[in-house]
């Protein structure tokens, strides 16, 4: 058993920037992949980026590339995200996940969810 525990949100104007984190307890995360995923009020949660399990190699979203940036110290037990460059849009609440196998997409493949935590950004 995975828990996740995001942290790092916060209300921002745009254009600037945050870093949220997830600490994972109960198992190391070194061998699953691990996703951010976003959730705006009235819309469903949608696929922000994902990483694999060493860290080498990862995408994203269209509406964040080139402004978010996925990463992971698993001596540290721990994921984030980067998040620069930050519109009204991004505003969510943001939840990381891990799954076994490859990096995806799909939500349903995520088998661990944090809570989230909430990313306001005002314009």
């Known amino acids: 058993q995975v828990q996740l525990v995001e942290s790092g949100g916060g209300l921002v104007q745009a254009g600037g920037s945050l870093r949220l984190s997830c600490a994972a307890s109960?198992?190391?995360?070194?061998?699953?992949?691990m996703g951010w995923f976003r959730q705006a009020p009235g819309k469903e949660r949608e696929f922000v980026a994902a990483i694999n399990y060493s860290g080498s190699w990862s995408y994203y979203a269209d509406s964040v590339k080139g402004r978010f940036s996925i990463s992971r110290v698993n001596a540290k037990n721990t994921l984030y995200l980067q998040m620069n460059s930050l519109k009204p849009e991004d505003t969510a609440v943001y939840s990381c996940?891990?799954?076994?196998?490859?990096?995806?997409?799909?939500?349903?493949?995520?088998?661990?969810w944090g809570q989230g935590t909430q990313v306001t950004v005002s314009s």
């Open positions: 109960g198992r190391s995360i070194s061998s699953y992949s």
């Open positions: 996940a891990a799954k076994n196998g490859p990096a995806s997409r799909e939500l349903y493949e995520y088998v661990y």
